[in-house]
């Protein structure tokens, strides 16, 4: 009995350092299923987030029109991606290619005009961009469990792949017509790719890393990350001891000596880079100009490109520019990216334009569950003892997690953009791989600590999915929670736009309760509320103002729902200064009302008519004052209640609005 339950005990380390097999297919595929099920339904029923009416449109654009004009700061794989399930639609609406808006590349205009105002199904559109947007991230939660099992043996390949799936920040991405994971796991599959090139330089590990860093950059322009990442790991491969493995073009040997390995590395990181190069010129059809001339006028991207052009890279980028070195499209989103690299926002009650230093630290400590918390801050630190002990000798893929790590860090580090926690995903995703070391690090010596372990990590499967319908404003306890994550978060780390359907839900049922009542609605958003049932609501200032339909001379009492990033948006102390300047735009604005009233017609419409261009500029700066001055009172107490963590639903009398 006693040699029966020895034999068991041993067993069980071998059973979790074992490497991933075949036997592991049929529970990979159930978990990838159960995590996808988990992130369609959570995303289902929600309105588009505001990046993706532009997304899926670009991406509409490239592939029935061969133009790239639109949205070339985005991946324009992500986007093609993205809009290929909806290539042969019927109900398809064609795009608008006759109009000045599609001459200048207004694509905000456009979108919402091609979503919401041409009679198609925007709803069944966007499921099947989510749908195929939740396929091709499943790959990027199988490379976790490959990568992790490679490393740490089948059950660190378990532990990463449900840390990572469950993860409300992950599972609220992975469906979205959007760049961030799928930015992300391309990223890491580069730098994979490059890795086992150093190690044996062949033919097809060459071209695999150049054709992986290509699809990575065609994914994010901020994949040109790898240049830096890939020369480190070179330079790390030069100096070291090991030889160098080459067969290729009919050679075989290995190179010792470190000017042979120069030599060779360089010749293949080049060859590489010319994939890339090749990649990307084919994935723009081989044409340097962004827009198709036989499809429409083109006069000039979105944002011009001398409005670009003070940053440190850009003689580069123009010097590229000038000899078309790279597609037009692809420069200009390049270019792009690093001109908005610093990105103010809304951390712990303040609002600041240059950003926040330490802004992914406090997203990773409000947006993460605790017992994930828990999981990262114990895989880190078995990582740390994992690399202390194997440090004269460490593996080429951890050399890759490392260098990634580092760069990705100062990355983020410098520029300071606050705008999303999901900027921080590269390292968020790294760090589920590295968790995976606790299990042979702790659970194979110790059994019990290893149960413990597992309990941890089952016990975030519940957690996640009970919070399924607010994956992307996922708040924990230190952070508020639902209630109170507003406060400390903004943007798409909270409110994206996305439960405008749940704003409307309340709306009706106010209207219901009280019709004779007035209501209001602000959220930051890019989807159209009628599209949703909503027909009968006051529109506040809010980004996204072309929705507006009419001007409002005096705020009713009534129902007020605002949007948290709406909410807080230049939030700032309104001062004596701002309530003289209130007062004065008042007392102008008031006769300007009455015209519009004489008239009959309060829209915007009627305004742009009837009144001069300075003139509705008061009544914009004037109903922009209000609102703000309003938000500054609305922020000195608690909502009524907020929906899904990222809505404000606040109940206002006649008392509380005279003086608005």
Known sequence: METHSRSVQE?????????????????????????GLSAWIGTRDKANTTDELVHVLAGHVALSLNDYRLNPENGTLVCRIAALPIQGLKDLAPVETDSSDWAESQQWFLGYRWWFKSGMDHRKVFHLSHL?????????????????????????????????????NFLGHIPLATSDFLGTWTLVLAILAFVQMLERVRFHTVVLAGITAAVALLCKHSAVIIAPIAGALVLWRILEQRPLDISC??????????????AWLTGASLLSAAVSVLIIWWAYSWRYSAANPSVGEFTQFQVPWDQLTGISLYPIIAFMREWQLLPEAFLYGLNFILAHGA?????NGEYSV?????????????????????LHIIGGSCFVSYLWKNRPNLSPTIR????????????????????????????????????????PWIAARRPRAGIALFVILVSLVPLSVSQINRTISYVNILGGGEERGYQRLADSSLDWGQDLPAAVAAIKAFQEEEPEKAVHLSYFGSAEPESFGLSNAGYLPSWGSWRRKAYTPKLESGLYVIGATAFITTKQE???????????????????????????????????????GAEVKTLEDFEYLRFQRLKNYLQKRDPEEVLNGSILVFRLGPEELDTF
Do not use: C
């Open 574 to 612: 309104w001062t004596t200064q701002l309530e003289q300047a209130y007062q004065l735009i008042r007392r102008e604005a008031d006769p300007l009302y009455k015209k519009l009233m004489q008239r009959g017609d309060l829209s915007i419409e009627s305004a742009d008519s009837l009144l001069g």
């Open 132 to 168: 195929t947007m939740l396929a091709f991230n499943l790959l990027g939660l199988l490379l976790v469990f490959i990568w992790s099992g490679h490393l740490w043996g089948r059950g660190g390949a378990y532990f990463s792949l449900i840390l990572a799936g469950f993860s409300p």
């Open 249 to 262: 073009f009919g050679l075989v040997k290995k190179s010792q000596n470190r000017l042979g390995k120069t």
């Open 343 to 347: 990105r103010g926002g809304f951390l």
């Open 354 to 374: 240059d950003g926040f230093q330490f802004y992914h630290f406090w997203t990773f400590l409000y947006k993460t569950p605790l017992p994930a918390m828990l």
């Open 11 to 35: 067993s069980r380390p071998s059973l979790i350092l074992a490497k991933v097999s075949r036997r592991d297919i049929i529970p990979v595929i159930i978990i990838l299923l159960a995590i």
């Open 400 to 439: 890759g997690i490392l260098i990634l790590g580092i760069v990705y860090f100062l990355m983020l580090w410098s520029s300071q953009i606050s705008i999303g926690h999901r900027h921080a995903f590269v390292l968020l995703y790294l760090s589920t791989i590295i968790a995976g070391v606790s299990i």
